[in-house]
């Protein structure tokens, strides 16, 4: 049986790069045993106040296993990105 790999990280799924016409970067990563990702916003003058900005994306822990994983959205940068936190107004809604 294949090795079963312990963090989960972008390597590891096999991505190079992920970006979008608004996202620059996805970092994942694993942050106290939890995959972990980090959005970090283009600078564009589309995105107003948001621009050069990050959040991330938190799976909440699970009472059993199965079933749908809830994850959390927060302000800030939890790793690499050097943006600031996203205007609380532009977070997306979980």
Do not use: H
């Amino acid at each position: 049986m294949a090795d079963v790999p312990t963090t989960l990280d972008s390597a590891t799924l096999g991505l190079s790069s992920v970006s979008a016409e608004y996202v620059s970067t996805i970092f994942i990563e694993t942050v106290a045993d939890r995959p972990t990702l980090t959005v970090e916003l283009r600078d564009t003058s589309k995105l107003g106040t948001a621009a050069e900005t990050c959040f991330t994306y938190t799976p909440a822990p699970t009472q059993t296993s199965g079933g749908n994983l809830q994850w959390s959205v927060s302000a800030g940068c939890t790793t690499a990105p050097s943006g600031g936190a996203i205007p609380a107004k532009y977070l997306p809604r979980t």
